[in-house]
C-alpha cells in the first residue's frame, strides 16, 4: 500500500488559518472514516491531535479540525500560534484483504 | 500517569536480531489494541504492525515491508508489548515506537506514544 500524499510544506502568520491535504484512494481514505493527525515536533514523538476523520482528544485545542471529501482529507489550523510550528502527519486504515495503517509522508508547518 | 516506555534497541549487524519492549503503565493495557511505528533518520512515520486486544484474540497484523521478520507479541499479566525482528536489514535502521490506540476497537488513532528506542543495523 502506497503511503498518502501530503505537501511538503505549508506556512501561515500568526493568527491566520493553514489547512494541510492528505490524499489516498478508495481503498484507504476514501474507504473509511478512520483518518488520523498527528503533530510532531522535532526530537520528539508524535501527538494525536484528531482521530476518525473529526475527533478532537482531549487537551487538543479547538483551532485544530479535520474533514474529509472523498479520498482527500485535510486538517485545518485556525488561529495559528508559534508552538504550532512542527511536522504533520495523516493516517489512515486501508487495505480490502490485508489489513494495515498507511501515513503520509508529512507536512512541515511553518509559523511565519 | 499514563505512560509507554521502550527499551532493548541498539547497534546490530545485516541478518541479525534484536527484541524491542515497550512497558505500559497508568492504564488498563489488556483493553488497547497496540502498535508499532518506526521512523527512519530524518524520514517519515511507518506503520510497523499491530496486536488486537484479548477481546480480539491477540490477532496481528503487519506492514509488507517487515511482514514474515518480524513478530509481534504481547504479555498483559506484564503490561508488555514486544517486537521480535529477525533477518535485519540495513533500511531497518529507525527509531521505534509503541503506542496505544485510544479505544479498545482499533479505531480511535494513537492517542499514547513510548520516547522511541533507536534501532541501528550497520555492520
Known amino acids: 500500500q502506497s503511503a498518502l500524499t501530503q505537501p511538503p510544506s505549508a506556512s501561515g502568520s500568526p493568527g491566520q488559518s493553514v489547512t494541510i491535504s492528505c490524499t489516498g484512494t478508495s481503498s484507504d481514505v476514501g474507504g473509511y472514516n478512520y483518518v488520523s493527525w498527528y503533530q510532531q515536533h522535532p526530537g520528539k514523538a508524535p501527538k494525536l491531535m484528531i482521530y476518525e476523520v473529526s475527533k478532537r482528544p482531549s487537551g487538543v485545542p479547538d483551532r485544530f479540525s479535520g474533514s474529509k471529501s472523498g479520498n482527500t482529507a485535510s486538517l485545518t489550523v485556525s488561529g495559528l500560534q508559534a508552538e504550532d510550528e512542527a511536522d504533520y502527519y495523516c493516517?489512515?486504515?486501508?487495505?480490502?484483504?490485508?489489513?494495515?495503517?498507511?501515513f503520509g509522508g508529512g507536512t512541515k508547518l511553518t509559523v511565519l | 500517569e499514563v505512560q509507554l516506555v521502550e527499551s532493548g534497541g541498539g547497534l546490530v549487524q545485516p541478518g541479525g536480531s534484536l527484541r524491542l519492549s515497550c512497558a505500559a503503565s497508568g492504564f488498563t493495557f489488556s483493553d488497547h489494541y497496540m502498535d508499532w511505528v518506526r521512523q527512519a533518520p530524518g524520514k517519515g512515520l511507518e506503520w510497523v504492525g499491530r496486536?488486537?486486544?484479548?477481546?480480539?484474540?491477540?490477532?496481528?497484523e503487519y506492514a509488507a515491508s517487515v511482514k514474515g521478520r518480524f513478530t509481534i507479541s504481547r504479555d498483559d499479566s506484564k503490561n508488555s508489548l514486544y517486537l521480535q525482528m529477525n533477518s535485519l536489514k540495513t533500511e531497518d535502521t529507525a527509531v521505534y515506537y509503541c503506542a496505544r490506540d485510544g479505544g479498545i476497537t482499533g479505531t480511535s488513532g494513537m492517542d499514547v506514544w513510548g520516547q522511541g528506542t533507536t534501532v541501528t543495523v550497520s555492520s
Open positions: 493516517s489512515s486504515y486501508a487495505g480490502s484483504n490485508n489489513f494495515e495503517v498507511v
Open positions: 496486536t488486537r486486544n484479548k477481546a480480539n484474540s491477540y490477532t496481528t
